[in-house]
């Protein structure tokens, strides 16, 4: 069976680790762990086949999340980006700019689990 | 003008000529029954009622002076032949409504005709009056002119001053003397960039225009500086056209205004401080919250997992972890709360442990990444003077080393000297970094964090402009270059100096 691929974006190092460990315990499977929108973005580019969905913090080093999903989003309209940050103003903007999804930190494992199935059913 | 006066009255045309010329108001009246009436009046007469005189030609004496008896009653005695001396009368002119002062002779021409002679005694008294009224007029000027609490100045139309005032001296502590007959655009008492201005001012006072008051700081004797706002106008005096300067001395209200607004901008500093600090606080602690809600929900999700005891031991170090960071934040917004205060307590440190410990805390902090950091020998006597906050500023940078590097292995270099300069002795550290590095026009940006303009970037702690006011209340500098010159991508040189704390016995 195919994993859905799922990349992290989070500076914060813990909890990237924690959203790995939740993630591929369900049976996702995380492609890969950006520490800030750029790093994502090169993943994001190089990825063969891109990941379904894309876990995005907002508050990063380098290049915040709502930069980097209009980035991406103008690379492939179709991506599915879920904000998971703990800047809740920034909700609105997260959404005009793209993102299906806001989770406002801290959040429970299954609203996450619950959101990317959510997202998942709705392609 | 048609003259309705009936010249035929007086029958002698000389006297009728010397009526006509008499330099004060006359008039002639004539018996009518048991009344007088007014049968002619001179030139003075008419101009003194403003030309009206002519509307009262044919008027009783009974109906004029039903206010004034005592000139009727003169008048009847005059005409019985009674010598009636000149008397000084205040007669009110009711069509012009004026009072004046009259010297009043009355002329009985026999056997009906009285002539009436007044002269206007006061208008010698007025121009007695008139002069002594100027010359206390002048008098109170000068007195106004010399005791005003301004500089008032007269100027000719080129800025050459002609006169001032003695509380020049009081202002500026130089005698008068030594304005007068100088340019005011010469008077080297203010700085000289402000002359262009003064003279561009100068030339639209001289086309008629209206300026604006100046502000301007001047260097009074002994370099006492004062604030002084000038005022200038164009103005006439006997045709000759003059600059009339009045200058306030606004000192007071100006040193005022500047502790107003030192007020006002360290008001604002400390809420966009407060802010800073408040959004900071909720961001990460949500983070921190995050970590333990997950690690706790992932502690019951393991329970099946193979490497159960191994994801266990992770998730359990993670709690610890946010624990122990949670505590840090709120220590850290609490000493910065406090940094003002604890800026009065600065003493003699040494620091070779508080880096120690920084460097500790980085690397459990950033267990996942490969940190390698050297810090090179270095006198360890060294001692600076500073306070507990040194342990913040080195975690600062630390951190930013590590968040801001794409390295798989993540370099900072410290190095540790002493250097004396012409400020003194001081301890330079050094953090060289293999990161991203910072391109030339945010490097000073990166201090000025929730000072000037409320922006968090990501990540966790005081952030670097934190790190510049702890090593300003130490009187320390903190700056950034690249670490190898001309490249900013090859990574970052924080260069920190702190006042060295030499030891005396």
């Given amino acids: 069976m195919k994993l859905t691929k799922i990349l992290i974006v989070e500076d914060d190092f813990s909890l990237q680790r924690l959203y790995e460990l939740m993630l591929t315990n369900y049976g996702f499977e995380v492609v890969g762990k950006a520490n800030n929108g750029e790093e994502a973005l090169t993943m994001y580019k190089e990825f063969h086949e891109k990941p379904e969905i894309i876990l995005m913090d907002h508050r990063m080093p380098i290049k915040n999340g709502i930069d980097t999903t209009e980035e991406i989003i103008k690379l492939n309209h179709t991506s599915i980006i879920i904000f998971a940050s703990a800047d809740k103003s920034i909700k609105e903007k997260a959404i005009a700019v793209g993102a299906s999804k806001f989770l406002s930190k801290p959040f429970s494992y299954e609203d996450l689990i619950e959101e990317i199935n959510a997202c998942l059913n709705s392609k | ?505």
């Avoid at chain 2, 390698?372 to 080195?394: C, Q, S, T």
Wanted: glycine residues 4%; charged residues 30%; contains cysteine.
């Fill in chain 2, 1 to 505: 003008m048609n003259d309705k006066r009936p010249r035929d009255s007086i029958e002698d045309k000389y006297f009728r000529e010397y009526f006509e010329k008499i330099p004060t108001p006359s008039y002639i009246w004539r018996k009518q029954g048991n009344d007088l009436i007014l049968i002619n009046y001179n030139i003075e007469a008419d101009e003194i009622v403003n030309n009206q005189m002519e509307k009262f030609l044919g008027i009783k004496a009974s109906e004029l002076y039903k206010d004034n008896p005592g000139i009727l009653k003169d008048l009847n005695h005059c005409l019985e032949g009674k010598f009636i001396p000149p008397k000084e009368i205040d007669y009110h002119y009711q069509s012009i409504n004026l009072s004046k002062r009259l010297m009043c002779s009355y002329i009985y021409i026999p056997p009906d005709v009285i002539f009436v002679h007044t002269d206007i005694i006061h208008r010698e008294e007025e121009w007695k009056t008139a002069e002594q009224k100027l010359k206390e007029s002048e008098e109170r000027y000068r007195n106004l002119f010399e005791n005003s609490p301004y500089i008032i100045a007269l100027l000719d139309i080129e800025g050459k001053i002609m006169e001032v005032n003695s509380i020049i001296k009081e202002l500026t502590g130089y005698d008068k003397t030594l304005f007068i007959g100088k340019n005011y655009l010469e008077l080297h008492l203010y700085n000289e960039s402000l002359v262009p201005n003064l003279k561009k001012r100068l030339k639209l006072l001289k086309k008629g225009e209206q300026i604006e008051p100046i502000e301007v700081l001047v260097e009074a004797k002994e370099g006492k500086k004062i604030w002084l706002l000038s005022h200038m106008s164009k103005i006439s005096l006997s045709d000759e056209e003059f600059i009339l300067v009045v200058v306030l001395d606004i000192t007071e209200k100006k040193n005022a205004e500047i502790k107003l607004k030192e007020s006002e901008l360290k008001y604002r500093e400390a809420y966009n401080r407060a802010e800073f600090y408040k959004d900071l606080f909720a961001h990460d602690i949500n983070n921190i919250l995050q970590n333990i809600r997950s690690a706790n929900e992932l502690r019951q999700i393991l329970r099946n997992d193979i490497n159960k005891e191994e994801r266990l031991a992770e998730v359990n170090e993670i709690i610890n972890t946010q624990v122990m960071r949670g505590a840090n934040l709120v220590s850290n917004i609490r000493k910065s709360s406090l940094l003002e205060e604890f800026s009065k307590k600065i003493k003699p440190i040494q620091f070779n442990l508080l880096l120690e410990s920084a460097i500790t805390f980085i690397e459990k902090m950033f267990q996942e990444r490969d940190i390698r950091i050297r810090v090179h020998p270095f006198n360890a006597n060294l001692v600076v003077f500073g306070n507990e906050f040194i342990l913040d500023v080195f975690e600062n940078i630390l951190i930013n080393a590590v968040k801001y590097n794409q390295s798989p292995i993540i370099r900072i270099d410290i190095d540790i000297k002493k250097i004396i300069n012409k400020e003194g002795n001081f301890v330079q550290f050094q953090f060289m970094d293999n990161g991203i590095g910072i391109k030339d026009q945010r490097k000073e940006q990166i201090f000025q964090r929730g000072e000037d303009k409320f922006n968090i970037e990501g990540g966790m702690g005081l952030g670097l402009s934190l790190v510049k006011k702890i090593l300003e209340s130490y009187k320390g500098i903190i700056w950034v270059e690249n670490r190898i010159e001309g490249d900013y991508t090859q990574g970052s040189n924080f260069k920190i100096m702190i006042p060295e704390a030499i030891e005396t016995d």
